[in-house]
Nanobody, 126 residues
Framework: QLQLVESGGGLVQPGGSLRLSCAGS????????IGWFRQAPGKEREGVSC????????NYAGSVKGRFTISRDKAKNTVSLQINSLKLEDTAVYYCAAKPATYRCYINQPDEYDYWGQGTQVTVSS
């Protein structure tokens, strides 16, 4: 059973930073497109960012572009999401997900992602 495990969430003040990590268990993340999604209470799941397997192209939601950075660490078999300049509206549970490899990933097609982690809570509060 392929598993994804997120970590790095927490409570942070507005303007702060966090680094979320997605680790793969029993499979190599480099062979998959990896996406980050988030869901706030009472809201629909929202695509945040993704990185493709082939070519490592990236994609970001407009609301996070310039503040979030997705990257791979092949040696650690992880995909990280660096979150800077956090805003109150970034509060949500953040999930990573994996899908078959492509040259370009998209974050508006969550149903194409086959494997999901359990999520990590990010709370932005003053």
């Amino acid at each position: 059973q392929l598993q994804l495990v997120e970590s790095g969430g927490g409570l942070v003040q507005p303007g702060g930073s966090l680094r979320l990590s997605c680790a793969g268990s029993r499979f190599t993340l480099d062979y998959y497109d990896i996406g980050w999604f988030r869901q706030a209470p009472g809201k629909e799941r929202e695509g945040v960012s993704c990185i493709s397997s082939r070519g490592s192209s990236t994609n970001y939601a407009g609301s996070v572009k310039g503040r979030f950075t997705i990257s791979r660490d092949k040696a650690k078999n992880t995909v990280s999401l660096q979150i800077n300049s956090l805003k109150l509206e970034d509060t949500a549970v953040y999930y990573c997900a994996a899908k078959p490899a492509t040259y370009r990933c998209y974050i508006n097609q969550p149903d194409e992602y086959d494997y999901w982690g359990q999520g990590t809570q990010v709370t932005v509060s003053s």
